[in-house]
């Protein structure tokens, strides 16, 4: 019986291997290589190493434990939790918040939660993954809409009657680094009394204001629900849903009772809480403004230069994406970046939804100019070996 099944699940698992193999779809779990300029993960201010972050996450074990040791609603609520979530709320506006142990954890949490029957989510086409797993999750009608169309999300909403509707969207997507338009959506929303899901995943702590949704002046709108990761600018590891407007308590209350990922998740461990609540108050205009300037140097030089310059994205966050003729392409000229110190991102199916490979170059708000430059300069001449 025993070899049976491994005879089964090995000639599948050979076989899943082998249309990997053929796609050029390979991956492999990696570090950042050793002395290579980062330009490809998501610490964006530079904050998962500052010394107060680091030793915040070590008196936050020191006082409540390397774990939270429970689900939040059994024992695994710490004092950190809750001051981390009256940071939260002081920090982007939001009247109430709820530290989740993931950004993946917070959005399968909270579409989970609503998408129960009788509710239509209309979501952007490139809504993350851990969005459309949220989705997923419950047994709501579900509408794709084209992206970044205003009036595609306008039709949709026109086209169900449902007893609840929410839109969902990204703040600044992961794929493309484009801004979605936020405060036509809320209006529209509002209009339609629907809610307006905003990920702020890239935009929490790296945004001027530190969150899209409060410099859009929707910070206390109640019909526009926040939810964030701890594990991009802020350094940490988390994730966290932020609610405004008076039924932010009823909304809250409502996770914490329903929400699968807040109820049989262990809380998020006290040192990643204690790290984010320190990164919060390092993350400020200033750290923010040397991010928004790299990033505009990151879009400005790849924008200019010959040999990139069709291939850019139009992107607003620090992501910016460049276009790769295949997944196989984008995979050479990434391994060969690596290898010349430069460690880009590298962007094939099924992480991009419309199917085209892509480098993903971060901005990072501690990089000197000069030697950004020179890797900009570096990325662009190897983008045009590997299409030569
Ligand atoms: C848009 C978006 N949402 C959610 C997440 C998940 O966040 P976390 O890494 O904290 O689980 C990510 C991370 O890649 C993301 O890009």
Known sequence: MAEQAAGVWGAWLAERARVRHRRGLERAARGLPEGALDLASNDYLGLSRHPAVVSAAAEAARLHGAGAGASRVVTGTHPVHEQLEARLCAYTGRRSALVLSSGYAANLGLLGALAAPGTHLVMDAHCHASLVDGARLGRAEVTVVDHGSVQAVAAALQSRVAPRTAVVVESVYSVLGDAAPLAELATLCAGRGALLVVDEAHTLAATPGGCAVAAAGLADAGHVVVTATL????????????????????????????????????????????????????????????????????????????????????????????????????????????????????????????????????????????VLDHALHQIATTVAEVHA
Not at 260 to 281: E, I, N, V
């Open 231 to 370: 594990s991009k600018a802020l350094g940490s590891q988390g994730g966290a849903v932020l609610l405004g407007g008076a039924g932010a308590d009823a909304l809250r209350e409502h996770l914490v009772n329903t929400s699968r990922t807040f109820l049989f998740d262990t809380g998020l461990g006290p040192p990643a809480a204690g790290a984010a609540l320190a990164a919060l108050g390092l993350a400020d205009e200033d750290r923010i403004a040397r991010l928004v300037a790299r990033s505009a140097q990151v879009h400005d030089t790849l924008a200019a230069h010959p040999f990139t310059s069709a291939r850019v994205e139009r992107g607003r966050g620090a992501v910016h994406s460049v276009r790769m003729d295949s997944p196989e392409r984008a995979a050479e000229a990434a391994g060969r970046l690596g290898e010349a110190g430069v460690a880009v991102g590298c962007f094939r199916p099924p992480s991009v939804p419309d199917g085209v490979s892509r480098l993903r170059v971060t901005a990072h708000a501690d990089h000197d100019a000069d």
